[in-house]
Every structure is written in structure tokens, then in C-alpha cells.
């Protein structure tokens, strides 16, 4: 099983800075099956960054990803207001097919 | 855009089934490009996989979760289905259905997810 860590736990930061979000793996992700996505309060997950870098329809410039192998990075710029929630990585591999990152909350300072 | 909808009983005692329905609108779940899953999420923790399925009817399921764990569908309604047997506390979470994407495999669509307790 490829389990996933993320650090930290929560990042306190304003509006404007920039947020840097690990994600490590305790096995190489084949062929960069990685994902990102954020999640707010009593909302559902939404896809953010997909094959470690690549953004999703509709997400701004300002998320981007990064890494390879066993080290991924998500990174957002100038921080919003709106940007203020749970990030969580997802890899595709092996048994079981999909694992979860257990969260990177941003909460303001 | 296809939209997802979860729907079934909020509250289900110990050692029943869990029964839940996703069904799709905005696109046809026979779609051969995509496939269908099940992810859950207990109260203030992270998320787990529970399982996928392709309009053919081939699963694949979190080992964790295998013996107890049944997903089918029905392509007729549009709908793919969670069955999770013996159910206990630990089980209590909201339940997500999404869609697949098999090529760089990540969840693009969700539901926005159902929260099941299980209590007597």
C-alpha cells in the first residue's frame, strides 16, 4: 500500500502570501498519478491539480503543482479569502487502487 | 456537465446493510470513457476509497472494505449502487459517488455526499 503524508497539518497564513503544501509518498507514484484536490466545510472534494501538475478546468493560475516520484508540492499564490480550506493529495497505484493524503489545512492567521 | 447525486437511508442500526444510489444526470453513465466510485469520509477526518465500477459491471475495491463491499449498476436508471454489509459505528461517514477518469486517474465530478450514522 502506497500511504500518503502531508505536511504540515495546518499552515496559518494571510490573504496575499503564498501557501506551500507537501505531499510525500511511502512508494513511488507510477507515472505521477497524483492529485490534488480542496475541500471546504460540508462541501465535497473538488479536483484541483491532476498528473502532479496539470490544473483542472476552471482553476486558477495561482494553484500549481510539482514533483515527481515520491515528493509532490502544491503551491497557491497570493492567497484568497476563498482559499482558506483542506487540501488533500490522492494517488492511483497499488492495492488498494487509490489512497488519500490525510489533509493540509490553511486556515488564516 | 454530468451532476451526481447520492441518495438513501441516514440512519442504518448495527451489523445491517448500507444501501446508497448515485444517480447521474448530465451525461450517460454508459459513457465507455468514464468509471463510477465510492469514496467516504468519517466526521472531521480524511478520505477513504471504498470502490469503482464501469458500465460493464467490473469492480475494483479497497481490500479493507472487499468482503463487505458490493457496487453495482443500472445503466437503464442511469444509477450505480453501494451495498456495505455488517455495518458497525466505524462505518458512520458521509458517502461520496464520483466519476473517474481512467487516463490520469483522479475524481472530477462529486456528489455532495450523504452523511449515513450508524446507530441502534
Known amino acids: 500500500e502506497i500511504v500518503l503524508t502531508q505536511s504540515p497539518g495546518t499552515l496559518s497564513l494571510s490573504p496575499g502570501e503564498r501557501a506551500t503544501l507537501s505531499c510525500r509518498a511511502s512508494?513511488?507514484?507510477?507515472?505521477?498519478?497524483l492529485a490534488w484536490y480542496q475541500q471546504k466545510p460540508g462541501q465535497a472534494p473538488r479536483l484541483l491539480i491532476y498528473?502532479?501538475?496539470s490544473r483542472a478546468t476552471g482553476i486558477p493560475d495561482r494553484f500549481s503543482g510539482s514533483g515527481s516520484g515520491t515528493d509532490f508540492t502544491l503551491t497557491i499564490n497570493r492567497l484568497e479569502p476563498d482559499d482558506f480550506a483542506v487540501y488533500y493529495c490522492?494517488?492511483?497505484?497499488?492495492?488498494?487502487?487509490?489512497?488519500f493524503g490525510p489533509g493540509t489545512k490553511v486556515d488564516i492567521k | 456537465q454530468p451532476q451526481l447525486q447520492e441518495s438513501g437511508p441516514g440512519l442504518v442500526k448495527p451489523s445491517e446493510t448500507l444501501s446508497l444510489t448515485c444517480t447521474v444526470s448530465?451525461?450517460?453513465?454508459?459513457?465507455?470513457?468514464?468509471?463510477w466510485g465510492w469514496i467516504r469520509q468519517p466526521p472531521g477526518k480524511g478520505l477513504e476509497w471504498i470502490g469503482t465500477?464501469?458500465?460493464?459491471?467490473?469492480?475494483y475495491y479497497n481490500p479493507s472494505l472487499k468482503t463487505r463491499v458490493t457496487i453495482s449498476v443500472d445503466t437503464s436508471k442511469n444509477q450505480f449502487s453501494l451495498k456495505l454489509s455488517s455495518v458497525t459505528a466505524a462505518d458512520t461517514a458521509v458517502y461520496y459517488c464520483a466519476r473517474l477518469e481512467p487516463g490520469e486517474m483522479f475524481f472530477d465530478y462529486w456528489g455532495q455526499g450523504t452523511l449515513v450514522t450508524v446507530s441502534s
Open positions: 498528473g502532479a501538475s
Open positions: 490522492q494517488q492511483y497505484g497499488s492495492s488498494p487502487l487509490f489512497t
Open positions: 448530465g451525461g450517460s453513465i454508459s459513457n465507455s470513457r468514464y468509471y
Open positions: 465500477i464501469y458500465y460493464t459491471g467490473s469492480t
Open positions: 512508494q513511488s507514484v507510477s507515472s505521477n498519478y
